[in-house]
């Protein structure tokens, strides 16, 4: 009691010295503090029912005279030291034990700041700046002269390393380009920041960032952007929707809130109820980037909207001790788990634009239609106005399979083919960038992708250019990253298998060091999760790895077939639990330049299953180095197959025979631009598949015995967790 009644004394004497600083706060704001949702001096309040709370400071390092090494852990003390110290509810509310170590953390990293150093650094401005800000409003008497100068001199700084840093944001708002999770905490650093040290500009620019580009940045089925439009891994989505809380805690946001409540449905989509969390439908070389699988989103989540199923992800989490006050500060009792099931069957995933499957808990896979350089619907009309492209690079596949069997290791992934693409290597000498390219091109930009969602089944069909660029600002286009050669993919997914002929083909005559079919498989991240699986071929037309299978039923690709261990993030260099395969041309000849003529075409035909499934067969490229049509007809088990696709930027009308013969009672006609299922007569034993298809759209029509495959409905993630 004797230290709360000095508590509060010290912030009424605090409060009364900084009325100016208040008064500020009304200014960034745009209302008066009276009306005010919530003030930014406002400590957030813990909950003391959370089975938490008794130790919810136990990762600040009272007593201890050496800072914390790590950025991202002094982090997380930074912010548990003053909410310990100052917290009215603080279990240790004003141990000066817990100010001292304060005082340690920002010293080392507000030091760094003032001498110019770290300005910009994700990990532990945002919360150095906010520490500041609390401590200078309720206790500026405990900081001594020479801290605030050293203080206010690094946060100056900062603050002005971020707003200059990115003036398409912090000055025209634009979406394309944004960094989520890492803006996010820069611009709170900086509105924060220009609290303490009086800087009403760089303050208000943060905070109108936040509220109305940042907020904007959600996909429809509860993810969130990467770099530009992509859609966020699940830990750092963990990380945006730690500080879209943070925010609307702090700040009472209502555009932050919205965003924040639209998130619900992100891991139950994407995760696996036995643990994996599928990666291969995001951006490259950030796969399995840690252990955090969004289970701490998933419980703040499960407290904010009693979710259920949530929960069933983030419960591990409720009692986790470290530095995380959110498991705190939000907990609420008595929330019922629900186990998602293991066999979804096909739904339309909203990150992605396209299906996603899952079965039996062992098999899924994912189809991504979304555009990562032009957007996606939900801000369609807001990109095209301020003309701007992403400022990342394009995919380096557009399907992805997986395998999932009993824990190890953290995960239940049994192998995953996490890149299938075609490329050409641009440069000689040795690769140094593996998941985004440096010799070899394989990235796309200029994608016109479309995909088809059934019950049983889905589809995705794509044409798009190889681009050599990497990473940039968002710029009004890509044309800078340009090259002569173009990508064309389509694919069937279904309960059995992903099957799908890929081509490239050059536009212009080129001289290069050779083509090739390239193929990443992956069990995970040395030291991370996962396991190092082998990588066999059991006939030169196979591959095998872990319970994943693929297999060559055609190709062009008559070269050399060869493969290497890489890490899937490239994180760490001895990482070798994934394994590149290049299925290569015959022309490549020990980094020897080759000339390849205007209408170069190489095409393979790629076929993948879980360990005890069979392939397809018989499989046909039905119109081997046409330019107009891409054709590929296949059978499997009561299932024969042929899709469509129109190379072309130009309509084009189809017409062909699709020998069915007289086993499977119904065959219908499906459409990417179109909803209209359309049954197909049979005469003989051959249906005749016809019709005008758009630029670059696709059709695909079935012949089988399951009724869900002549349907045009499809089931949603809303569907499946309501």
Same mark, same amino acid.
């Given at each position: 009691?004797?230290?709360?009644?000095?508590?509060?004394?010290?912030?009424?004497?605090?409060?009364? /010295?900084?009325?100016?600083?208040?008064?500020?706060?009304?200014?960034?704001?745009?209302?008066?503090?009276?009306?005010?949702?919530?003030?930014?001096?406002? %400590?957030?309040?813990?909950?003391?029912?959370?089975?938490?709370?008794?130790?919810?400071?136990?990762?600040?390092?009272?007593?201890?005279?050496?800072?914390?090494?790590?950025?991202?852990?002094?982090?997380?003390?930074?912010?548990?030291?003053?909410?310990?110290?100052?917290?009215?509810?603080?279990?240790?509310?004003?141990?000066?034990?817990?100010?001292?170590?304060?005082?340690?953390?920002?010293?080392?990293?507000?030091?760094?700041?003032?001498?110019?150093?770290?300005?910009?650094?994700?990990?532990?401005?945002?919360?150095? #700046?906010?520490?500041?800000?609390?401590?200078?409003?309720? /206790?500026?008497?405990?900081?001594?002269?020479?801290?605030?100068?050293?203080?206010?001199?690094?946060?100056?700084?900062?603050?002005?390393?971020?707003?200059?840093?990115?003036?398409?944001?912090?000055?025209?708002?634009?979406?394309?380009?944004?960094?989520?999770?890492?803006?996010? /905490?820069?611009?709170?650093?900086?509105?924060?920041?220009?609290?303490?040290?009086?800087?009403?500009?760089?303050?208000?620019?943060?905070?109108?960032?936040?509220?109305?580009?940042?907020?904007?940045?959600?996909?429809?089925?509860?993810?969130?952007?990467?770099?530009?439009?992509?859609?966020?891994?699940?830990?750092?989505?963990?990380?945006?929707?730690?500080?879209?809380?943070?925010?609307?805690?702090?700040?009472?946001?209502?555009?932050?809130?919205?965003?924040?409540?639209?998130?619900? %449905?992100?891991?139950?989509?994407?995760?696996?109820?036995?643990?994996?969390?599928?990666?291969?439908?995001?951006?490259?070389?950030?796969?399995?980037?840690?252990?955090?699988?969004?289970?701490?989103?998933?419980?703040?989540?499960?407290?904010?909207?009693?979710?259920?199923?949530?929960?069933?992800?983030?419960?591990?989490?409720?009692?986790?001790?470290?530095?995380?006050?959110?498991?705190?500060?939000?907990?609420?009792?008595?929330?019922?788990?629900?186990?998602?099931?293991?066999?979804?069957?096909?739904?339309?995933?909203?990150?992605?634009?396209?299906?996603?499957?899952?079965?039996?808990?062992?098999?899924?896979?994912?189809?991504?239609?979304?555009?990562?350089?032009?957007?996606?619907?939900?801000?369609?009309?807001?990109?095209?106005?301020?003309?701007?492209?992403?400022?990342?690079?394009?995919?380096?596949?557009?399907?992805?399979?997986?395998?999932?069997?009993?824990?190890?290791?953290?995960? #239940?992934?049994?192998?995953?083919?996490?890149?299938?693409?075609?490329?050409?290597?641009?440069?000689?000498?040795?690769?140094?960038?593996?998941?985004?390219?440096?010799?070899?091109?394989?990235?796309?930009?200029?994608?016109?992708?479309?995909?088809?969602?059934?019950?049983?089944?889905?589809?995705?069909?794509?044409?798009?250019?190889?681009?050599?660029?990497?990473?940039?600002?968002?710029?009004?286009?890509?044309?800078?990253?340009?090259?002569?050669?173009?990508?064309?993919?389509?694919?069937?997914?279904?309960?059995?298998?992903?099957?799908?002929?890929?081509?490239?083909?050059?536009?212009?005559? #080129?001289?290069?060091?050779?083509?090739?079919?390239?193929?990443?498989?992956?069990?995970?991240?040395?030291?991370?999760?996962?396991?190092? %699986?082998?990588?066999?071929?059991?006939?030169?037309?196979?591959?095998?790895?872990?319970?994943?299978?693929?297999?060559?039923?055609?190709?062009?690709?008559?070269?050399?077939?060869?493969?290497?261990?890489?890490?899937? #993030?490239?994180?760490?260099?001895?990482?070798?639990?994934?394994?590149?395969?290049?299925?290569?041309?015959?022309?490549?000849?020990?980094?020897?330049?080759?000339?390849?003529?205007?209408?170069?075409?190489?095409?393979?035909?790629?076929?993948?299953? /879980?360990?005890?499934?069979?392939?397809?067969?018989?499989?046909?490229?039905?119109?081997?180095?046409?330019?107009?049509?891409?054709?590929?007809?296949?059978?499997?088990?009561?299932?024969?197959?042929?899709?469509?696709?129109?190379?072309?930027?130009?309509?084009?009308?189809?017409?062909?025979?699709?020998?069915?013969?007289?086993?499977?009672?119904?065959?219908?006609?499906?459409?990417?631009?179109?909803?209209?299922?359309?049954? %197909?007569?049979?005469?003989?034993?051959?249906?005749?598949?016809?019709?005008?298809?758009?630029?670059?759209?696709?059709?695909?029509?079935?012949?089988?015995?399951?009724?869900?495959?002549?349907?045009?409905?499809?089931?949603?993630?809303?569907?499946?967790?309501?």
């Amino acid at each position: 009691m004797i230290l709360r009644f000095a508590f509060a004394s010290a912030l009424s004497s605090a409060t009364r /010295r900084l009325s100016v600083s208040l008064a500020l706060a009304s200014l960034v704001f745009g209302f008066s503090a009276a009306v005010r949702a919530a003030a930014p001096y406002d %400590l957030v309040p813990l909950n003391p029912a959370s089975p938490n709370y008794a130790k919810v400071f136990s990762g600040v390092k009272i007593n201890d005279p050496v800072p914390e090494p790590s950025i991202f852990k002094a982090g997380d003390e930074i912010l548990s030291a003053v909410y310990a110290y100052l917290s009215p509810n603080s279990p240790v509310v004003g141990n000066t034990a817990y100010r001292d170590r304060l005082f340690i953390l920002l010293d080392h990293r507000l030091g760094m700041t003032a001498a110019g150093n770290n300005l910009t650094d994700i990990s532990f401005v945002c919360q150095a #700046s906010y520490a500041y800000m609390l401590m200078k409003h309720y /206790r500026p008497d405990e900081i001594s002269p020479a801290r605030v100068a050293t203080y206010e001199a690094g946060i100056a700084k900062t603050n002005a390393a971020v707003i200059s840093g990115n003036t398409l944001l912090y000055d025209q708002g634009v979406l394309a380009n944004l960094w989520l999770n890492g803006d996010i /905490r820069l611009a709170m650093a900086t509105y924060f920041g220009g609290l303490a040290v009086g800087d009403v500009t760089r303050a208000t620019k943060a905070r109108n960032a936040i509220d109305n580009v940042m907020s904007a940045a959600g996909l429809q089925d509860g993810g969130t952007h990467y770099v530009g439009f992509w859609n966020e891994v699940a830990s750092y989505h963990d990380e945006t929707v730690k500080f879209y809380v943070w925010w609307w805690k702090i700040t009472g946001s209502p555009s932050i809130k919205a965003a924040l409540d639209a998130t619900r %449905l992100y891991a139950l989509v994407s995760n696996e109820p036995s643990g994996f969390t599928e990666q291969s439908s995001n951006i490259p070389y950030k796969h399995m980037y840690n252990n955090n699988h969004n289970k701490p989103s998933s419980l703040w989540k499960a407290y904010l909207y009693d979710d259920g199923y949530n929960y069933y992800y983030g419960a591990s989490h409720e009692t986790a001790t470290s530095t995380e006050l959110l498991n705190t500060i939000l907990y609420q009792p008595s929330r019922i788990t629900k186990t998602p099931s293991d066999n979804l069957g096909v739904l339309w995933d909203g990150n992605i634009q396209g299906p996603r499957g899952r079965f039996n808990g062992t098999w899924g896979w994912v189809a991504n239609g979304r555009d990562v350089q032009n957007g996606g619907p939900e801000n369609s009309a807001l990109i095209a106005s301020q003309g701007y492209d992403s400022m990342q690079c394009g995919k380096n596949t557009f399907v992805g399979a997986f395998t999932l069997g009993p824990i190890a290791n953290k995960t #239940s992934l049994k192998g995953a083919i996490d890149g299938v693409t075609v490329e050409f290597k641009q440069t000689a000498g040795t690769e140094t960038d593996y998941m985004r390219g440096s010799k070899y091109r394989f990235l796309s930009q200029d994608e016109r992708t479309s995909t088809i969602t059934r019950k049983n089944f889905g589809t995705l069909a794509t044409h798009y250019r190889v681009s050599k660029r990497t990473s940039s600002s968002a710029t009004p286009n890509w044309d800078a990253g340009a090259t002569p050669w173009i990508g064309q993919q389509v694919w069937v997914l279904t309960g059995e298998r992903m099957i799908g002929l890929v081509q490239i083909v050059s536009d212009a005559a #080129s001289q290069v060091y050779g083509l090739d079919a390239r193929l990443v498989f992956t069990g995970g991240r040395l030291s991370i999760m996962g396991s190092k %699986l082998d990588l066999t071929q059991p006939d030169p037309s196979s591959f095998a790895f872990g319970e994943l299978r693929a297999k060559v039923h055609g190709t062009t690709f008559t070269g050399a077939t060869t493969s290497q261990r890489i890490g899937i #993030s490239e994180a760490a260099s001895a990482d070798d639990y994934s394994a590149l395969v290049r299925i290569n041309d015959a022309a490549v000849n020990n980094d020897v330049a080759i000339d390849y003529p205007a209408g170069t075409r190489r095409w393979i035909v790629l076929d993948f299953v /879980r360990t005890g499934t069979g392939y397809a067969t018989p499989v046909v490229n039905v119109m081997p180095n046409n330019t107009t049509y891409a054709v590929l007809q296949f059978t499997e088990g009561t299932r024969k197959v042929r899709i469509v696709q129109n190379l072309t930027n130009a309509s084009r009308n189809y017409t062909g025979g699709f020998v069915v013969g007289s086993t499977y009672a119904q065959t219908t006609l499906h459409r990417s631009w179109s909803p209209t299922v359309t049954p %197909l007569a049979v005469v003989g034993s051959t249906a005749t598949v016809a019709d005008t298809m758009p630029a670059y759209g696709h059709m695909i029509a079935v012949n089988s015995n399951q009724p869900d495959d002549h349907t045009d409905a499809f089931r949603t993630s809303g569907d499946v967790f309501p």
